[in-house]
């Protein structure tokens, strides 16, 4: 079996695992939605916790949407060529050594960071 094969299936089972765990938290928060739990009701409101409900269910929502784009570019930047097109981009403008080596990670945090912006943007803001 090559590596590639290795890195697919574990690639596979790790995105899958998270995600059927994101869409099992989603409906079993959905279907005790329409009630408190009896440790609660003294203390939270039927309103309440269906507002925190539909919180998680959202930030569940987001955080599947999140790992789906962050597995696009995991795919792109080793399956698809997206290292090696960047590697010999940078190697053209700096050449071999130090510096190229610096750049190529600094490209990657920044490209990577450049992508998480609107997540982060609206994790914060909505």
């Given amino acids: 079996m090559t590596f590639t094969i290795v890195f697919l299936i574990a690639f596979v089972a790790s ?16 279907n005790h939605r329409d ?3 009896a440790e609660f009701a003294s203390q939270i ?3 309440e916790h269906q507002k925190a409900a539909d919180y998680t269910i959202a930030k569940l929502r987001l955080g599947i949407l999140e790992n ?9 930047f080793t399956l698809l ?6 590697n010999s981009a940078l190697l053209g403008l700096l050449g071999e050594g130090i510096a190229q ?3 190529l990670l600094v490209s990657i945090v920044l490209i990577s960071g450049i992508i998480d912006i609107p997540f982060s943007w609206y ?3 909505h």
């Fill in 15 to 30: 995105f899958g695992l998270r995600h059927w765990l994101s869409q099992r938290q989603i409906r079993h928060v959905a």
């Fill in 35 to 37: 009630s408190v739990p």
């Fill in 45 to 47: 409101t039927l309103a």
């Fill in 68 to 76: 789906g784009v962050s597995a696009i570019i995991l795919i792109s």
């Fill in 81 to 86: 060529g997206g290292l090696q097109l960047l």
């Fill in 101 to 103: 080596q610096i750049a």
């Fill in 123 to 125: 994790k914060q803001f």
